[in-house]
């Protein structure tokens, strides 16, 4: 625990922080919790045992702010792997299991809230990550207003048109995709809607569940990010919804920096440009030999290299030599690559990657590695034309770097989010001083 004996001011709010078990999720969220305890709050910031000692050290505060760490032992489910408690340690087919284990967090996540109030420390507020609907029926149940965390508007519009989709054709099966959608999108947007674990509930389930029972609705994005998009997804949730803005110029742009989880069938190797790929190999996978061809390694390494072990991916993209960002398009990757200017060849794979790259594709930050639209399967002479468009060819060049440095400026505008904090708090203490601190009302 942080700044024991600390005693928040009579102004100060009482937040609890879940995220859901993802490092994409946790280590957001650990940053908004030392933002609010930045401003005097006293934030309690709750996962599991192992994803809390992985974190990184968060800043002592001298405001009366304070952000105490609380773990909740992850149930054991079986066929869980040992030890998984995010979705770092578990392979692709032990995801339901984690969903399982994730599900059986709501009796201790509301025992550790009925507890907190009869001791004393009600919160004014949770935050919970999207899927958390548990989370958002324990403060129901005690009281206490739920704000529930989003992800980007270009998923809940995404989201939205696929349920639309899905009434307007009456799909009874995956194979019957609107003549607008390839299939390939279509089958991985529609994975949303598939029961995962033994709950039989889909992931739309569990965020229309939070969404229930939730006063407001805060996303990591703002409308200078998301243009018309976020008004789009604030109409289609039907709750208030609050922005919340994510967190150097370079000289000779020669390198080609790409972290990616599969094999983009190394294309890199013939688009002309060096390269450094960080390649997360499969979790079953213990030789390093398996994932390249044979001999890759030691004919490029004149002019690329792969890791496949840990990669300082922010001091990587800061360097100077680094010219465009090969990436899956997770949101904290975006943020990461267009903190520093950097134009994108974009290949999602899935969740809010789909929907993150074809907003930043239609802002011409940059390309999608072209796709099967039947499969979504994709060779390295489209990797490589991809990057070629990005990084070499000067025409196209310009347009990306361009938008990219625009982009940039919304990312580092530190008044723009550190407004966009001020303003979530002021949204907070308005519900909690209408309602003494104490009303579950839904909007």
Known sequence: ?????????????????????????????????????????????????????????????????????????????????????????????????????????????ANFLAAACVAGKRPDWILADTFHHWAAAAAHDHGVPCALLQPTAAVITATAAMITAISDEQMTTRNSPPVTMPKYKWESDAAMFTPLGLSGLSIARRCSMALEKSTIAAMRSCPEWELDTFTMASNLLGKPLVPLASSHRRPTAAVVLACTETTPSCGLDIAGTRFLWALRKPADVTDDGEV????????????????????????????????????????????????????????????????????????????????????????????????????????????????????????TDTELQERYIDEFVQRLRCYTTADDGNSSASV
């Open 1 to 109: 625990m942080d700044a024991e004996g600390s005693s928040p001011s009579p102004s100060s709010l009482r937040i609890i922080i879940c995220p859901w078990l993802a490092f994409g999720h946790l280590l957001p969220y650990l940053e908004l919790a030392d933002r609010l305890a930045s401003r005097g709050h006293r934030v309690t910031y709750i996962s599991t045992p192992r994803n809390i000692a992985r974190l990184p050290p968060h800043r002592h505060h001298t405001t009366g702010g304070a952000i105490d760490l609380v773990t909740l032992p992850l149930p054991p489910v079986d066929g869980l792997p040992d030890g998984a408690e995010s979705t770092n340690d578990v392979p692709a087919d032990k995801l339901p299991h984690l969903w399982d284990a994730f599900d059986r967090l709501a009796a201790p996540f």
């Open 292 to 411: 390249l061809p044979a001999g890759f390694q030691e004919r490029k390494k004149s002019y690329g290299h792969v890791s496949m072990g840990w990669v300082p991916q922010v001091a990587v993209l800061a360097h100077g030599a680094v010219g465009a960002f090969l990436t899956h398009c997770g949101r904290n990757s975006l943020i990461e690559g267009l903190m520093y200017g950097h134009p994108l060849v974009m290949l999602p794979i899935f969740g809010d990657q789909g929907p993150n790259a074809r907003l930043m594709e239609g802002r011409k930050v940059g390309l999608q590695v072209p796709r099967e639209e039947s499969d979504g399967s994709f060779d390295r002479h489209g990797v490589a034309r991809a990057v070629k468009a990005v990084m070499v060819e000067e025409g196209s060049r310009r347009v990306f770097v361009e938008n990219a440095k625009k982009m940039q400026e919304i990312v």
